[in-house]
């Protein structure tokens, strides 16, 4: 079968196209930008790349058209799919429908933390010699790919909330009827398709529904939201972490943290990852493994080994003694969470947070007055306002002259190379690229040591 992918670059369509080639089928794609990392790794898989949505690839006539939610009514190549009459699906759908039927399928749902757990999970199968096909909303550094089809039964997937297609308005993770699903918490996000935190509760109820009797749901005992979910209605057994009567870790120094299972000792556990935030994506991926036969033992093992996700608390490089970090956080939580966990790294080292509010839900304001408390432990703030529908230097303005605020990305760079001294630890947020702010400020800083 030939198949066309339309938003093929994005990091889940890209999943889809190296999954649809290692199972046979000829793959083709496009998007609006092509270009390396994503291109190249798709050209590798010998997967044939068209830049654009030009009217004239409706001539490739593929069996198939599979359509990203980056493709909009108004789209050249869409409309000229739809005034043919040609067979059109969703990338969760195609997924759905030619690769899990048949396999097991552990789902990672939840506002924060999905990719991460998502990887840990797919991680501890791997270890455990169970070759799980999966597919990552990032990139796992042990296995250096977000995606593959896998030759064992179970199929681990990032299970997102955001809305399918524009034909299709329901969340992506409605499509892949889990036997076990994690949720690790529900927040307001997304505020470009959610009206508020209730219609996303509604669809994680829908999820829910989707989870068989004889499946398994893993929760985060302690969020409010998921009990509400639960409430309104549960058919599978549920097991939780973060609680006593379940999954819970106690610290016992360093990275050193006794595993218990209701209330029982399991042995000591090492994570390699900083933050409470990660303390429970592990005690989720180990219960999700335990749900497919994998002895909490071999788990933790495995996560002992566990060597993190790209972009997600990623060191990009040192000179002159200043380290910059790479993380995606770009929600108040998330970034509080991240900045956290690396002052638990770094003690009282100077953190020097650079941030991009990029994110739909942060560039519409809906976050604004929780900018400030969720960047209370960095030294110093460095914010990019270009493109805000709202006031930054007045959100942030609680944190005084610790801020800095400008739209002029050059200056930006600038004010943080001379602030930034040896020991310092430069961390940039940001769901994009960010103009490659990583690598310009590590060559400046190799410049002058």
Request: aromatic share 6%.
């Amino acid at each position: 079968m030939h198949i066309h992918i339309l938003g093929v670059c994005g990091t889940f369509m890209g999943g889809i196209a190296a999954i649809a080639k290692a199972s046979g089928h000829r793959v083709t794609g496009c998007d609006l930008n092509v270009y390396p990392p994503m291109s190249t790794q798709l050209e590798s898989q010998g997967i044939e790349l068209i830049s654009g949505w030009g009217a004239e690839q409706i001539a490739l006539q593929p069996d198939m058209w599979v359509v990203g939610n980056v493709v909009s009514r108004g789209n050249p190549l869409m409309e000229a799919i739809l005034n043919r009459g040609d067979r059109f699906v969703s990338g969760p759908q195609w997924l759905a429908e030619n690769v899990l039927p048949g396999r097991r399928v552990l789902a990672v749902a939840g506002t924060h933390g999905k990719t991460t757990t998502s990887s840990m999970l797919a991680w501890i199968l791997e270890a455990s010699g169970l070759d799980p096909g999966f597919l990552i909303g990032g990139v796992p550094l042990d296995f250096g790919m977000s995606a593959r089809r896998g030759s064992g039964r179970n199929f681990v997937i990032e299970a997102d909330e955001y809305d399918t297609a524009f034909f299709d308005k329901r969340s992506k993770m409605i499509h892949y009827r889990p036997s076990v699903a994690i949720v690790n918490n529900i927040e307001f996000d997304h505020a470009d398709i959610f009206a508020d935190l209730a219609s996303i509760e509604t669809q994680f109820h829908y999820f829910i529904r989707t989870v068989p009797a004889e499946g398994r749901l893993v929760v985060n005992d302690a969020d409010p939201a998921i009990q509400r979910v639960l409430a309104r209605g549960c058919w599978t057994p549920v097991e939780k972490f973060g609680a006593r009567d379940g999954w819970s870790a106690r610290r016992q120094g360093g990275q050193q943290l006794e595993l218990r299972l209701g209330g029982k000792s399991l042995g000591v556990m090492h994570l390699p990852l900083q933050g409470q935030h990660n303390i429970e994506n592990a005690l989720a991926a180990i219960a999700a493994a335990h749900a497919c036969g994998v002895q909490a033992t071999d788990a933790v093992a495995a996560l002992a080994r566990f060597r993190g996700v790209r972009r997600r608390m990623e060191l990009r490089g040192t000179w002159g003694g200043v380290a910059v970090w790479d993380d995606f956080a770009h929600h108040p939580t998330a970034i509080a969470t991240t900045i956290s966990g690396l002052r638990e790294k770094v003690g009282n080292a100077r953190i020097l947070a650079v941030l991009e509010p990029r994110s739909n839900t942060m560039k519409a304001g809906v976050m604004k007055d929780r900018l400030a408390s969720s960047l209370d432990q960095a030294d110093l703030v460095f914010c990019y306002s270009a493109n805000l529908g709202w006031d930054a230097g007045a959100a942030l303005a609680p944190l005084g002259v610790r801020a800095r605020v400008g739209d002029d990305f050059d200056k930006l760079v600038g004010a943080v190379l001379r602030e930034a001294r040896a020991g310092d630890q430069v961390l940039v947020m940001s769901n994009g690229g960010f103009g490659g702010i990583h690598e310009l400020l590590l060559k400046a800083l190799s410049a002058r040591a």
